[in-house]
């Protein structure tokens, strides 16, 4: 068993990130700590902005099949679909072994995997790369443009992307948000922000067409270095998809918990 600390650690920044990301694009978003269950939910169009979250520690199998329960049923009460996240490893070994069954009789798919990392990695000394300018979100057409790389690389309709983010003030302001621009063509993001001491990794994502150029772990490296730079922090955090979780390490993250997303069954 990994150390379960950074586990909730891992939990705890993605409620503490996600109830700013959601407010900020609804005031009158659900926001609630309910016992076992953190809701953030912004029912838009951009799928990241509705999540539920297991909080439990140690949760045996009987009490995860309650909450997985208890979660489908908040989820099938909103109108835009979403993502209920759970931490492997807040989980006993009981409640780990069972959890596919749990959630497919509550009604819910497995829809991806991921992987909770962190790291005392800051501050990272500032990026290049032969390719890229690095711009960062100070404008409507930067977040736009920001939106769709992430809607191209995790396959959303570009206007999904666009209303998760559009006209926010807070992302032009307090996240440290970047594009890589090739030839004054935006082709990979990230973003980061500070929450609770650490400084905590969003939206990371590359163009289809451009990816393994290493562009996505260079606008990381820059928007760490600049989230840094502006807040004094030491640690990074930050929850990986299956396509991102071999770059990071390069960058000095650790794993520790191992996630699975679930959405409602169709």
Known sequence: MRDRAESIESMEQLAAV???MVLDRDP?????????IAVRWADCRFAFWNCLTLTDVGADAGLVEQRLDEAAEIMRSKRRPGFLWVFEDLLDEEARAVLGTAAERAGLAYAFPGT????????????????LTFVRVT??????AFADINSRAYGFPLEDGRDGLARSAL???RVHAYLGVRDGTPVACAATVEARGRLF??????D?????????????????HEGARATGTTR???HATAAGAPVYPRIGFEPNSPMRFYALKD
């Open 171 to 173: 992302w032009k302001d």
């Open 28 to 36: 009158d978003a659900d926001v609630r700590d309910l016992p076992g």
């Open 208 to 224: 289809p067409k451009w990816q393994r150029r290493g562009y996505g772990e260079a606008v990381t490296r820059k928007a760490l």
């Open 236 to 238: 990074a955090t930050l």
């Open 139 to 144: 404008a409507d057409e930067h977040l736009r």
């Open 201 to 206: 990794v969003l939206l990371v994502a590359t």
């Open 18 to 20: 996600w109830r700013v």
């Open 116 to 131: 909770g990392m962190a790291g005392d990695l800051l501050p990272v000394p500032e990026p290049a790369h032969p390719d």
